[in-house]
């Protein structure tokens, strides 16, 4: 049983990075790539304050309504996952059990890989959004020497067992 319980509080640590992940990226694209579209040169943009990720995904989202329309399909996975993580972190040994049995450890692997897999495909998605609008700065790479791409580790993002 004790691998089966590794297996799982590792299961757990790569759902809440996945999550931690998305939250970053969805904060970042909330607050760049869609509040500030109609920017057209880097002096368009207002810089983002340093606890810009604070705000919850919930708030985000609502944030993200306002500047355009989203599809019902979109909004529900991002409010599913938003449930599954609060259950995950903060529910869990309350609406299912604290696991002791091989059987309860095996059902937390589930639901966390599922978890950590849905929480790096929406991050994937996302940053390749955030990719596409940076490239439309080209002072990025002539002031700053930064060519917007996605990064190698980002491409090959995958969270889940054997990763």
């Given at each position: 049983m004790e691998s089966t319980e590794s297996e799982s509080h590792a299961a757990v640590g790569r759902a809440v990075i996945a999550c931690q992940v998305l939250e970053t990226v969805f904060a970042l694209c909330v607050r760049?790539?869609?509040e500030q579209s109609s920017?057209?040169?880097l002096n368009d943009i207002t810089p983002l304050e340093k606890n810009f990720s604070k705000p919850p995904m919930k708030v985000l989202l609502t944030r993200l309504k306002k500047c355009m329309d989203i599809s019902a399909d979109f909004e529900s996975r991002v409010?599913?996952?938003i449930e599954r993580r609060?259950?995950?972190i903060h529910r869990w040994g309350i609406e299912e059990v604290f696991p002791e049995s091989e059987e309860q450890f095996r059902k937390l692997t589930a639901f966390a890989t599922a978890l950590a897999d849905e929480a790096a495909a929406m991050a994937?998605?996302?940053l390749s959004g955030l990719v596409e609008w940076a490239n439309r700065f080209p002072e990025l790479a002539q002031e700053h020497g930064w060519n917007p791409s996605l990064p190698?580790?980002?491409?090959s993002l995958?969270?889940?067992e054997g990763s």
């Open positions: 760049l790539q869609f920017a057209k040169a409010s599913d996952l609060h259950k995950l994937m998605f996302l190698e580790h980002f491409r995958r969270v889940g």
